[in-house]
């Protein structure tokens, strides 16, 4: 006793206090410790995330002008007032141009590669239930891309060719094109000289995907494609689907159109394509029924994410707004006021 009166003395209170034994915590203090560090862990993780998304929406404030943009083919003017720097209608059983502007810029054209991706593996005739694993070499390293296929998976080619034609997949699409024989190089080669058999003479290709801003075309070229294109029906079929869902492991994903026209009842839509980077703006590519008539219609490097499906309904309403007793409907070209009849 003499002892411990002795320590307070010295030590004090809290000095004593420190060198008594530490008390083992209760098996309940133990476990309100460990939800707390987990609510700790969530918390920063969720402060990661709105970090990292804060940091994204910063960087996609930042303009990056398009190669329209910089060519300065948004200046030209044009009767139906279109946001998109270069369009072509035309009308595909007579190939009588209805509609051009600036249809001989040659830009890049983003996803609507996939459709030149889409008839070579369909024109192939590999075997559509072949079993194809998405890898790491499918990884978008060009844009940073997200994707919901994530490396391991494993789908049909149909299936992968079915995603990259209507949602636009570009891990999809690039699987494909990696894994056709011969491999990717092969592929791309292929691709080109597809191009020029079909008289594609402005357009060349880099990769099956449309990531690379060194996939352009023209106009002209791209009408010539959908022309040829619409030919096939698996093309036809998987590019005006709206929806389609995959079995990804135990889960089943859904994938919609990127085109929201194919879901609309007063559009008759044959074949489509979307496609999108900043170096080539929204871009559109269509086969449709309008008015009675076979029509094919391209746009590229339209300024606004909905634009380019605006500008086809512009479209849509002034060819329907055309006299049924018309023979013939010249150009509407830039620079053109009124539709000449």
Known sequence: ???????????????????????AATPTQTANAKKLAIKKAA?????????????????????????????GLHSAHDALDLKSSVALVLDQDTKEVLFSKNESAVLPIASITKLMTGVLISEAKLPMDEMLTVTQADVDTEKGSSSRLSVGTELSRGELLHLALMSSENRAAHALGRTYPGGLSVFVGLMNAKAKMLG??????????????????????LATLVNYAYGDPTLREFTTSTGYQVAVGRRTLQFNNTNRLVKN????????????ISEAGQCLVMQAKVAGRKLIMVFL??????????????VKRWVESIPTSTSKVSPL???DLEPHV
């Open 265 to 276: 009842p007063s559009w008759d839509i044959g074949l489509q394509k979307t496609g999108y």
């Open 1 to 23: 006793m003499k002892k411990i009166t002795f320590l307070c003395s010295v030590l004090g209170i809290a000095g004593f206090l420190a060198l008594m034994p530490a008390q």
């Open 333 to 335: 070209a830039s620079g």
């Open 301 to 314: 490097d339209s300024a606004g994410k909905f634009s380019r499906l605006a500008d086809a309904e512009r």
């Open 200 to 221: 594609m003479h402005d357009t060349s290709y880099v990769e099956p995907t449309g990531l690379s801003s060194k996939n352009q075309s023209s106009a002209r070229d």
């Open 43 to 71: 918390l920063k993780r969720v402060a990661a995330k709105q970090l990292a998304a804060k940091k994204r929406a910063s960087v996609r404030l930042v303009a990056v002008p398009s190669y329209g943009q910089l060519a």
